[in-house]
């Protein structure tokens, strides 16, 4: 990584983006009535993305950053990443809680890491990124894997839309959460899924453009898999209705997206 300012501002951006996180976290979880107006599904959910975001994600973005200000590329990547989710998790806060008095802390997350990523965008542009890697990364592997799982999730997410559409009702999981619509499926279906179909075909393909979006996109779904996992065994616990199976089938998809990271990581070329 030549440019020296980038782990400066990398740093920069992230302390602060971390400082906010705690401190929703905590309050989230701490204070009493803070999910007040949410049903007991959605409380679950909110209160378990807290203790996700302050024990796990909280950690892999600061470690994330001190090893892209010591000029580690991998850590650069990985950063983008875990930025990534948190724009994803915080479009959620934002838009699908009822107003509380996290509201404005809330967005200014979003907008931290929203701008943290036009930032890693940025600098993805300045530089041949794709050069770090050698040929021995798994990229036809990982570009059918990101295809199917982009056909895999359309199909699951539609399978629960389209029949409800059909009856003039909505969809089982909507209900439970109280929510006008499912933000996951938003996101999903406009946003994560097309690029995962897209980074699919550009790793297929051998565009450039394909191989630091891998990492990401990897970083991701290991990320918001643990996340679903988390969040079904939270709800199983509390008696909700939730299936344990979906536990088994994320852990094995985080395992496997494990492997393909590691596969990325291990052929950076340290001297490009």
Partial sequence: MK??????IILSLSIPLALLVIFSS???????????KETQNWIIQSTGQDAIDLILITPVLLITSILAFRKSKAGFLLWGGTVFYLIYTFVIYCFSLHFNNLFVVYCITLGLSF????????????EPIDAWFNDRIPRKTTGVYFIIIAFLFYFIWLSSIIPAQLASDIPKELADTGLYTN???VLDLSVLLPGSFLIGLF?????????PFAIVM???FILMDITIGTLVFLM???????DLNLLIIFSVLT???IYLLTGFLKNIEKNN
């Avoid at 905590?26 to 007040?36: F, H, T, W």
């Fill in 255 to 257: 395992l496997f997206s």
């Fill in 115 to 126: 701008y943290s990523f036009i930032y890693f965008l940025y600098l993805n542009l300045t």
């Fill in 218 to 220: 990897l970083v991701f």
């Fill in 203 to 211: 790793l297929l393909k051998k565009k450039n453009m394909g191989y």
């Fill in 3 to 8: 440019n020296n300012n980038r782990g400066k």
């Fill in 236 to 242: 199983n616990r509390k008696g909700l209705d939730s």
């Fill in 183 to 185: 933000p996951v499926h």
């Fill in 26 to 36: 905590l309050v989230g979880l701490l204070v009493p009535d803070m999910y007040s």
